[in-house]
C-alpha cells in the first residue's frame, strides 16, 4: 500500500536526517527558499492514523491554506488535484511518478504529499509527514501522467526504480499535553484572528481543526527550512535567500 511506503522513506530519511524529524523542537522563520514564484499543488492528504473522523481533502485545504501566507509562494486549490485524481479513478497520490505526473498535469512547479501518521482529535495528538515533489528538478519529460494513471500496480514510495524521491521531507509529532507544543501553539495563536473565545489562545488546543493549522504551519514552516538547505547546496554553499 502506498501508506506503508510512506512510513518507510520517511522512517529511513528521518534516520539519516534528525534535524528534519521530531528531535527538532525550537521553531523555525517561515519564508520562500526559491528565487522565482513557485506554483505548488497540494494533495489530499495520506491518512495512515486509523482515524475515520480525519477528512483528507478538508485536512489538505487546511495545509493550503497555511501554505498560501509564504510570500513568493502561489498555492493551487486541493480541488485542482482533486478533480484530476478523479479522472484518474483515484484518490490519493500512490507513488512518487504519480505526485509528480500530477503536479505536471495541473500546471503546478511542486506538489506536497503529507501523511497524518497518527491522530487524536481529544488530546489532541497529530503526527504529520510532508513531502515535498518538484516538477523541474524531480522529473523527466518521460514521466506521462496518461502512463502513471494506467499502471495496473501502484508503486509504493520506497520505490527507487524511476529515480524519483521527495525533494525535502519532514516529519513531526505534536502532542499538546508537550510544553513546547503548547508553547510553540501561544506564539502561532498571536498572530491569527479567530473569533474570540472564551479560552484564548487555548482554543487552538482544544478545537481539532485549529490544532491541525498549527501543526501544519509549524510543519511546513520546518519544511521550508529543508529546501532552503537544499537551494542553498545547489547554489554552492551560499545562501540564496535573503536571511529573514
Known amino acids: 500500500m502506498a501508506a506503508r511506503g510512506v512510513l518507510a522513506i520517511v522512517v529511513t530519511v528521518c534516520g539519516s536526517a534528525p534535524a528534519g524529524c521530531s528531535g527538532e523542537k525550537e521553531p523555525v522563520a517561515v519564508t520562500s527558499p526559491y528565487h522565482e514564484p513557485v506554483t505548488f499543488a497540494v494533495a489530499p492528504v495520506l491518512n495512515f492514523s486509523g482515524e475515520f473522523t480525519l477528512g483528507p481533502v478538508k485536512a489538505a485545504d487546511l495545509l493550503a491554506s497555511e501554505l498560501t501566507d509564504i510570500e513568493g509562494i502561489s498555492v493551487m486549490p486541493v480541488s485542482r488535484v482533486v478533480a484530476y485524481l478523479a479522472t484518474q479513478g483515484r484518490t490519493q497520490i500512490e507513488s512518487p511518478a504519480h505526485a509528480v505526473a500530477v503536479a505536471r498535469a495541473v500546471g503546478a512547479d511542486a506538489i506536497i504529499v503529507a501523511g497524518v501518521t497518527e491522530y487524536d482529535p481529544y488530546t489532541p495528538v497529530a503526527g504529520l509527514v510532508l513531502q515535498i515533489y518538484r516538477v523541474s528538478s524531480a522529473a523527466s519529460p518521460s514521466v506521462d501522467p ?99
Open 146 to 244: 496518461v502512463l502513471v494513471s494506467r499502471d495496473p500496480r501502484p508503486m509504493a514510495l520506497t520505490e527507487t526504480a524511476d529515480g524519483l524521491a521527495p525533494t525535502s521531507q519532514v516529519q513531526m509529532v505534536y502532542n499538546a499535553n508537550h510544553e513546547w507544543v503548547a508553547q510553540a501553539v501561544e506564539r502561532y495563536a498571536k498572530h491569527r484572528d479567530e473569533e474570540p473565545s472564551p479560552f484564548g489562545w487555548r482554543q487552538y488546543l482544544k478545537v481539532q481543526t485549529l490544532f491541525l493549522r498549527f501543526c501544519w504551519r509549524d510543519g511546513i514552516e520546518r519544511l521550508m527550512r529543508e529546501e532552503r538547505g537544499r537551494v542553498s547546496l545547489l547554489a554552492g554553499g551560499q545562501d540564496s535567500e535573503p536571511t529573514p
